[in-house]
């Protein structure tokens, strides 16, 4: 929801809920307890500060994330202003800065204070080609059963041509680096432990008339870490796609 207060400044407001329920019951509500809640709230004060050109913004999150059974979470606010500036008709960036609050349920239940930084740009070379780069640091949620949350840096590339007017191609790449903390383990005895994760995607869309598409998509993903499980994912989607 928008509110505009005045000619050159609004408040955004917004709600979520995200609810993620694993097949396998074993690896959803069984020890690991994978499946989870995830609520948040949000609120954005924007100013225009040069027309069409520079704006600035204040953001205040609140997240609190619930895994089944006695797993625990973590409960986070998040305080940070975002800057984002057109230099040329062709490229735009954006720069945020800030710190999260949380407290985590564990063995320790500890408190933390952690930054938070991203930084982006998006290029557009011609009429039907546009790069992205991105790069991010925070507190998210743990993509294991032993951490509830992680510190990850995340740093992505990504391209996308329109090859006519119905078909385009895009691609992704990323490299995700994450501290995973004792304090944030469910164990007393877990260690402190690093986690690399390596992204690839191509995707292939087609568009049927003006609201309906289908895409075929192909990803890979490779974790690696120094006493977790190293682990190799290939993925294939295909499906439709509405736009309302």
């Known amino acids: 929801v928008?509110?505009?207060?005045?000619a050159l400044t609004y408040l955004t407001l917004g709600a979520g809920h995200d609810l993620r329920v694993w097949d396998d019951e074993d690896y959803g509500k069984g020890l690991l307890?994978?499946?989870f809640n995830r609520?948040?709230?949000n609120g954005t004060l924007s100013r225009e500060l040069r027309?069409?050109?520079?704006?600035?913004?204040?953001v205040l999150d609140y997240t609190e994330h619930e895994y089944e059974g006695d797993r625990g979470g973590y409960e986070t606010i998040t305080a940070r202003g975002t800057v984002?500036?057109?230099?040329?008709?062709?490229?735009?960036g954006s720069v945020s800065l800030g710190y999260s609050f949380s407290e985590y349920d564990s063995?320790?239940?500890?408190d933390a204070v952690t930054p938070y930084a991203q930084c982006g740009l998006i290029f557009s070379p011609g009429a039907r080609t546009t790069l992205t780069a991105d790069a991010l640091y925070s507190l998210r949620h743990s993509d294991n059963s032993v951490y509830n949350a992680q510190n990850t840096l995340a740093?992505?590339?990504?391209?996308?041509?329109e090859l006519t007017a119905k078909i385009s191609l895009s691609s992704s790449l990323s490299y995700e680096l994450s501290d995973l903390d004792a304090d944030s383990a469910v164990?007393?005895?877990?260690?402190?432990?690093?986690?690399?994760?390596?992204?690839?995607?191509?995707?292939?869309?087609?568009?049927?008339?003006?609201?309906n598409f289908v895409d075929l998509n192909y990803s890979i993903e490779n974790r690696s870490a120094d006493t977790l499980e190293d682990m190799t994912r290939n993925r294939v989607d295909f499906g439709w796609r509405l736009r309302l």
Do not use: M, W
């Open 107 to 110: 063995a320790s239940n500890e």
């Open 39 to 41: 609520y948040s709230v």
């Open 155 to 161: 740093l992505s590339f990504g391209a996308k041509r």
């Open 2 to 6: 928008t509110y505009t207060l005045d």
């Open 33 to 35: 307890n994978n499946n």
């Open 187 to 211: 164990s007393a005895v877990v260690p402190d432990d690093q986690l690399d994760v390596i992204r690839a995607s191509a995707r292939c869309s087609y568009q049927i008339n003006r609201n």
């Open 84 to 92: 984002d500036h057109n230099f040329n008709p062709d490229l735009s």
């Open 51 to 58: 027309p069409y050109t520079t704006e600035a913004s204040i």
